[in-house]
Nanobody
Framework: QVHLVESGGGLVQAGGSLRLSCAAS????????MGWFRQAPGKEREFVAA????????HYADSVDGRFTISRDNAENTASLQMNNLKLEDTAVYYC?????????????????WGQGTQVTVSS
């Protein structure tokens, strides 16, 4: 199993930036894809960004493409989500997810491991 812990959430003004981190531990010797999802109050959890094992393949939701950047460091077993030009609608709990595969996964049902989430609040 892979244990995931997110950090870096907080309160930021619209137009500002935040960087989320996800630390993986446990059975990290196997190759695993990682992704970020978010859930806003009263809404279902949605896909944000995903990255394959090598880090070369990435995919973003249309709503964040061009503003968010996903990256990973396999030596450190971490993934990051750099969020720029944040908007009010980016307010949500952000979750890190992982699955034992090398490809990019955008469907949350394909992920096996989840973090506890970190709150991101964007204010006007």
């Amino acid at each position: 199993q892979v244990h995931l812990v997110e950090s870096g959430g907080g309160l930021v003004q619209a137009g500002g930036s935040l960087r989320l981190s996800c630390a993986a531990s446990g059975r990290t010797e196997r190759s695993y894809a990682m992704g970020w999802f978010r859930q806003a109050p009263g809404k279902e959890r949605e896909f944000v960004a995903a990255i394959g094992w090598s880090g070369g393949n990435k995919h973003y939701a249309d709503s964040v493409d061009g503003r968010f950047t996903i990256s990973r460091d396999n030596a450190e077993n971490t993934a990051s989500l750099q969020m720029n030009n944040l908007k009010l609608e980016d307010t949500a709990v952000y979750y890190c997810a992982a699955a034992y595969t090398i490809v990019v996964l955008t469907d949350q049902d394909d992920y096996d491991f989840w973090g506890q989430g970190t709150q991101v609040t964007v204010s006007s």
